[in-house]
């Protein structure tokens, strides 16, 4: 049995190959098992090296997806510079899919693969870690000028902030109950927060959940 439909696929690769270790492949099949445990039909592998992918049946949840992904590895970072924490370039394709049952994911076709594939090539040569590719012309522009922006925050995230963002934006916990599982307070969380611009990310989220239901649901 295989469905054809509309889908996002994530590629990704480890945004420091000199950085990969046991540990990062490990991280990333953890953070992987916890969005399993709060999202449906979300797949995930990781290729030989320093390359992942995942496929979201919900196209227009990708994005959020792809920064707990980031949260989650830059939270594990052994590094107290923000320059050196793990972290991961991301390419976000939007399109059809074929999905097979009993069929590895690196085995699978279609447009969401494809064109992720190929933006995560040309990331690598332009130096982003952040890109979403939908075919549509006007979303792909829009979307083209709000990544960069997005990943410039991302990138200022320090390990505590990634730690309350990943438990904030994952599993949807409130500050209190964040503060209680990490040993600090609600207003500390709070900060954490504040300071890593959630609120604007947040935006970026609604904005890009809003632009797929609308090119893809009509």
């Not at 959020?64 to 370039?89: C, T």
């Not at 939007?94 to 494809?114: C, D, R, S, W």
């Amino acid at each position: 049995m295989q469905t054809k439909n509309i889908h996002a696929v994530i590629t990704g690769d480890l945004a420091a190959s000199s950085a990969i270790d046991k540990d990062f492949h490990e991280a990333l099949h953890a953070i992987a098992s916890d969005i399993k445990e709060q999202y449906d039909g979300f797949l995930f592998e990781v290729f030989r090296g320093d390359s992942f992918q995942a496929l979201v049946r919900q196209p227009e949840d990708a994005l959020l997806l792809s920064i707990i992904i980031r949260a989650g590895l830059r939270r594990q970072s052994r590094s107290s510079s923000v320059n050196d924490a793990w972290d991961a370039r991301i390419s976000i394709g939007i399109g059809q899919a074929e999905i097979k049952n009993n069929v590895k994911l690196g085995e699978m076709t279609g447009e969401a693969f494809i064109r992720s594939g190929q933006s995560l090539d040309r990331m690598k040569k332009e130096g982003n870690r952040l890109k979403i590719t939908t075919g549509d012309e006007q979303a792909d522009k829009e979307f083209g000028a709000g990544c960069p922006l997005a990943d410039a925050i991302i990138n200022r995230w320090t390990t505590s902030q990634s730690e309350a963002i990943y438990l904030y934006l994952l599993q949807k916990k409130t500050q209190k109950e964040i503060g209680r599982e990490l040993n600090a307070t609600q207003r500390a969380i709070s900060k954490r927060l504040e300071s890593a611009n959630l609120q604007s990310m947040t935006k970026f989220f609604n904005r890009y959940r809003e632009v797929i239901k609308w090119k893809f649901n009509n």
